[in-house]
T-cell receptor
Framework: QKEVEQNSGPLSVPEGAIASLNCTYS??????FFWYRQYSGKSPELIMF????GDKEDGRFTAQLNKASQYVSLLIRDSQPSDSATYLC???????????FGKGTKLSVKP | DGGITQSPKYLFRKEGQNVTLSCEQN?????MYWYRQDPGQGLRLIYY???????QKGDIAEGYSVSREKKESFPLTVTSAQKNPTAFYLC??????????????FGPGTRLTVL
């Protein structure tokens, strides 16, 4: 069974700190990885995707991928209360290329 | 504006009724998906379609049916055979499955409640 694992949290960080969200995946054939943000009662919105080992930066967000360790992370610098949401990690791979989603990590940024 | 629309936003169903959830996209995406989300859970794939007139079952297709008669439309029917249909239903689309990241974009969702 292909799985994506995330710590459910809640992860609580003070405003202005760095939030670190982690994700592991079981399918070594996974090619690309996605981070979605989901506010309560809303649909997921794409923050970033990454498919090469290393770091990818976009504004306050940095995605990190380590295929050897089957590990993906998302760093949020200068965290704001508006970043408080559930963050979903997803991996694409396998014969059909569908996304496998983790259950999400709930982040709370305290003012 | 390009995007994905879902209707209705809220839907109430009585036991034994079939209901159809609408999903429309004007992004010219080839692939469309239906997911179900339960409280505290991740997204589970119900059905997906890569091209018009073709679709495949996902991980939890029992009690659901779909059609893909037009590229921009992918309606989901929740049948009376689905024993626990109360959930948040999300439709997504992407520009294809093979190659590239092909990220998925989501509609606003339909919250279905069985009375």
């Amino acid at each position: 069974q292909k799985e994506v694992e995330q710590n459910s949290g809640p992860l609580s960080v003070p405003e202005g700190a760095i939030a670190s969200l982690n994700c592991t995946y079981s399918d070594r054939g996974s090619q690309s990885f996605f981070w979605y943000r989901q506010y309560s009662g809303k649909s997921p919105e794409l923050i970033m995707f990454i498919y090469s080992n290393g770091d990818k930066e976009d504004g306050r967000f940095t995605a990190q991928l380590n295929k050897a360790s089957q590990y993906v992370s998302l760093l949020i610098r200068d965290s704001q209360p508006s970043d408080s949401a559930t963050y979903l990690c997803a991996a694409r791979g396998g014969s059909q290329g569908n996304l496998i989603f983790g259950k999400g990590t709930k982040l709370s940024v305290k003012p | 504006d390009g995007g994905i629309t879902q209707s209705p936003k809220y839907l109430f169903r009585k036991e034994g009724q079939n209901v159809t959830l609408s999903c429309e996209q004007n992004l010219n995406h080839d692939a469309m998906y239906w997911y179900r989300q339960d409280p505290g859970q991740g997204l589970r794939l119900i059905y997906y379609s890569q091209i018009v007139n073709d679709f495949q079952k996902g991980d939890i297709a029992e009690g659901y049916s779909v059609s893909r008669e037009k590229k921009e439309s992918f309606p989901l029917t929740v049948t009376s055979a689905q024993k626990n249909p109360t959930a948040f239903y999300l439709c997504a689309s992407s520009n294809g499955l093979a190659g590239g990241p092909h990220e998925q974009f989501f509609g606003p969702g339909t919250r279905l409640t069985v009375l």
